[in-house]
C-alpha cells in the first residue's frame, strides 16, 4: 500500500521511531521538524508520499520535488526488512513514472540499508561529493554505516 499522503503526522513519526532504533545518528526527523523544512512555508512544493505493509504500518516515507520530468527526493527514511525498503522504493519509482516523471533523483550519504534497497531496485550512482560532519570536543564513535544524511540535513 503506497500512496501520495497530505498528513505530515502518524506516518512520519511511526517511521522515524521505527528508525532511531536502526541507526546510531540522524538528524532530526519529527513530523513536526518535516513541516517546518518541506511545509508549505519553505518556498516550494513538496509531496509526501507513503508507502504502508498489508496491515497499514508506515515502513517507508519520501518527500519529493519536481523538477521538470525529474521527481527530486528531498528527504526519505524508511524501517523494516531489507524487501520491504526494497518495495518501498520500487513503489516511489512506480508512482513517479504514473506522474509522468521520466527519472528519480535521490541524494543521501551513510547507512548501509538504505544504499542497498535503492541499489536493489536499480539505481545507479551517478555522483558524490564530500560530507563534513562537525560533532563538537567529544564526539561518539560513529561509523559510516550507522549514519543517514539527507537533502534534510543540508543548510538552508
Known sequence: NATWDSHWGNSTDSVWTAAQSQLDFVGERSAAYLQWRFGSESGRAHEL??????????????????????????????????????????????????????????DLAGHH????????????DRNSRPLFVMAGENPPALKAGSMLFTRADEDV
Open 49 to 106: 508520499f507513503v508507502v504502508r505493509t498489508r496491515d497499514a504500518h508506515p515502513v517507508a516515507y519520501f518527500i519529493c520535488a519536481h523538477d521538470g520530468g525529474t521527481l527530486q527526493v528531498q528527504d526519505f527514511l524508511t524501517a523494516g526488512t531489507p524487501s520491504q525498503q526494497r518495495d518501498a522504493v520500487l513503489h516511489l519509482v512506480e508512482a513517479a513514472r504514473h506522474q509522468g516523471c521520466g527519472a528519480v533523483e535521490m
Open 113 to 124: 540499508a538504505p544504499h542497498r534497497a535503492i541499489r536493489a531496485a536499480q539505481f545507479i
